[in-house]
């Protein structure tokens, strides 16, 4: 399907009010620092430089929208969590979060990064609180995979999905490697089937 592929860049901004007005659908793409979340959209845009990959937590301090062929936008979102900047800077990246999450009118959905080794943690169901509460739709990419066994994969995904489905949240969870690129199509049909939907819909 191809989805991202065609992903250009338009704008970086520090605030949602810098934003281009809402006349596409968008994707949001959240995750703790270094959770793997550069990798994978640009993994998923087929683009090795898309989306800046730092070794260091934190380097993405603004939102970046990446425009789709169809019109619809992917909004890759700071890191947060135990990134390497003072806490007045962390705050105001979970203010900039939770504003976009919550009151962002033509948002359908979020993309939740996880490193599959440390799946849910705390400021992970901070995100989920945030955005279960919108009534849209929330899909977990368990990133790294490749660093997992078969057994272990089998067991995380199994397991996460049990934690998610005791919250009675619409989540979907699924395994993704940037590495060895696996889980792409699993991504697009979860997301494309977001995009077929309208706004109205999703919204309470």
Same mark, same amino acid.
């Given at each position: 399907?191809?989805?991202?592929?065609?992903?250009?860049?338009?704008?970086?901004?520090?605030?949602?009010?810098?934003?281009?007005?809402?006349?596409?659908?968008?994707?949001?793409?959240?995750?703790?620092?270094?959770?793997?979340?550069?990798?994978?959209?640009?993994?998923?845009?087929?683009?090795?430089?898309?989306?800046?990959?730092?070794?260091?937590?934190?380097?993405?301090?603004?939102?970046?929208?990446?425009?789709?062929?169809?019109?619809?936008?992917?909004?890759?979102?700071?890191?947060?969590?135990?990134?390497?900047?003072?806490?007045?800077?962390?705050?105001?990246?979970?203010?900039?979060?939770?504003?976009?999450?919550?009151?962002?009118?033509?948002?359908?959905?979020?993309?939740?990064?996880?490193?599959?080794?440390?799946?849910?943690?705390?400021?992970?169901?901070?995100?989920?609180?945030?955005?279960?509460?919108? +009534?849209? =739709? !929330?899909?977990?990419? %368990?990133?790294? /995979?490749? *660093?997992? $066994?078969?057994? &272990?994969?089998?067991? @995380?995904?199994?397991?996460?999905?049990?934690?998610?489905?005791?919250? +009675?949240? =619409? !989540?979907?969870?699924? %395994?993704?490697? /940037?590495? *060895?690129? $696996?889980?792409? &199509?699993?991504?697009? @049909?979860?997301?494309?089937?977001?995009?077929?939907?309208?706004?109205?819909?999703?919204?309470?």
């Amino acid at each position: 399907m191809a989805l991202f592929r065609h992903a250009v860049f338009e704008i970086s901004v520090a605030e949602p009010g810098g934003l281009p007005a809402p006349f596409g659908k968008e994707i949001a793409f959240a995750g703790r620092s270094n959770s793997g979340k550069s990798s994978a959209i640009n993994t998923l845009a087929g683009h090795t430089r898309l989306a800046y990959v730092s070794k260091t937590p934190g380097r993405t301090q603004l939102i970046n929208l990446f425009r789709l062929k169809g019109g619809a936008a992917m909004v890759d979102l700071p890191g947060y969590g135990f990134a390497q900047v003072p806490m007045a800077v962390r705050k105001q990246w979970q203010g900039l979060l939770e504003h976009y999450l919550t009151e962002r009118s033509n948002l359908v959905g979020l993309v939740l990064i996880m490193d599959s080794r440390r799946p849910l943690l705390e400021l992970d169901w901070k995100m989920i609180g945030w955005f279960t509460a919108t +009534g849209r =739709p !929330i899909h977990c990419l %368990l990133t790294k /995979s490749d *660093k997992l $066994t078969k057994q &272990e994969q089998t067991k @995380t995904l199994r397991e996460t999905k049990k934690a998610l489905a005791d919250q +009675g949240s =619409p !989540i979907t969870v699924q %395994l993704f490697s /940037s590495l *060895k690129k $696996t889980g792409m &199509e699993e991504v697009e @049909t979860v997301v494309g089937a977001w995009l077929n939907e309208s706004v109205e819909a999703l919204t309470p």
